[in-house]
């Protein structure tokens, strides 16, 4: 809105140039004019009449009269050759930047997001250059996370549906018994491909704004410290110690289950980029602005250029010792809290400092 304003005023600024210009054009032309073309009045006048002296005041009216006449005509022709130039420059000016950035915004809505606007001269139209530019940068990043995720959302889909018609086609043909490890072996796949059809079509739900929710009054500590037994098991297993910490009760209106995802997915973040022998605390407490869950990890940390995009659908952190999430994860975590007026954030001093995720949401 800033950037508008100042180039509202720049264009009024531009008008009144051109103003300026075309009426200093009608006085200068006009006051140039007007004498030399009196003076042939009254010359003619001498030469008709014998002398100055025997001219009457009404002829001399009508001279002066048919002088400024000829003189403002030519003044006003002058003023709108000189103000029409003055608006072609005006124009070009701050019409080929717009023109530019409409022929760029039609080449990104085509797919081309690799379009660059030229930078102009004007401060107001450069920014605007500069907020085409960044857009189509973000839409290729996100077309190749969006690309690199359909390949791997297949090769997760190929890899559990090769397990179960393996083990279906050994069974029809009796190569293989069955037993119950085969049974729990085909029904582990098709979880793995239930969870991954969930969390699509969350994402999906997220992304359109659409999340139903069944708000209740509930307790965001019990919430969050319920998520934390749940995934106790997971944590010990892998070495991480897993505290929890907070106040008794935090009253909010909001869906438990929907929280609950958001805590298990920042808990299972933190697992993911904690080594064996850090620590995740989990601290519930009350601030003024609503009710805080913060989940603090001793683990990798986040450097500062990734820490503005690990919210972004479909990013992933790198990481050697476990294998990569598919992306949604922080993404649906921030979209759940959103729907409840709340918001999810993320903190971290650099790689090898730990990083905290907050939970915020309005207490009831």
């Not at 960044?134 to 190929?158: D, P």
């Amino acid at each position: 809105m800033k950037i508008w304003r100042r180039l509202h005023t720049r264009l009024f600024l531009s008008y009144l140039l051109v103003i300026t210009v075309g009426s200093f054009a009608i006085l200068l032309v006009s006051s140039l004019l007007t004498r030399s073309l009196f003076q042939n009045h009254l010359g003619g006048m001498q030469r008709g009449m014998g002398a100055l002296r025997n001219a009457t005041v009404s002829q001399l009216r009508v001279a002066l009269a048919d002088s400024l006449n000829v003189a403002l005509l030519v003044g006003l022709g002058a003023a709108l050759i000189a103000a029409g130039t003055t608006a072609i420059v005006l124009g070009r000016r701050l019409l080929r930047p717009i023109e530019d950035v409409r022929s760029a915004a039609e080449q990104i809505a085509a797919g081309h997001y690799d379009q660059q606007i030229p930078r102009p001269d004007v401060e107001e139209l450069a920014e605007l250059a500069d907020d085409v530019n960044i857009l189509g940068q973000t839409l290729a990043a996100t077309e190749q996370r969006r690309a690199r995720l359909i390949g791997e959302v297949a090769h997760e889909l190929r890899s559990p549906l090769t397990t179960i018609r393996a083990s279906m086609e050994g069974l029809i043909d009796g190569v293989i018994e069955p037993t119950g490890d085969v049974f729990a072996t085909i029904a582990d796949e098709a979880s793995r491909l239930e969870r991954l059809a969930d969390d699509l079509t969350l994402l999906s739900q997220a992304e359109e704004n659409a999340m139903p929710l069944s708000k209740i009054p509930c307790d965001l500590a019990d919430v969050a410290r319920r998520a934390a037994e749940r995934l106790q098991s997971q944590f010990d297993d892998a070495g991480i110690a897993l505290t929890y910490r907070g106040d008794r009760s935090l009253g909010v209106l909001a869906d438990p289950d929907r929280l609950s995802q958001v805590f298990i997915n920042l808990l299972g973040n933190a697992l993911t980029h904690t080594p064996a022998g850090g620590t995740v605390t989990v601290h519930a407490h009350a601030e003024p602005n609503g009710a805080i869950v913060e989940v603090t990890d001793s683990g990798r940390g986040i450097a500062p250029d990734e820490l503005d995009h690990i919210f972004e659908r479909f990013y992933r952190i790198a990481n050697p010792s476990h294998p990569a999430g598919r992306g949604i994860g922080l993404t649906i975590a921030r979209s759940i809290a959103r729907a409840h007026d709340g918001d999810v954030t993320a903190h971290s001093n650099g790689p090898g400092t730990g990083a905290t995720f907050q939970v915020r949401i309005p207490l009831a």
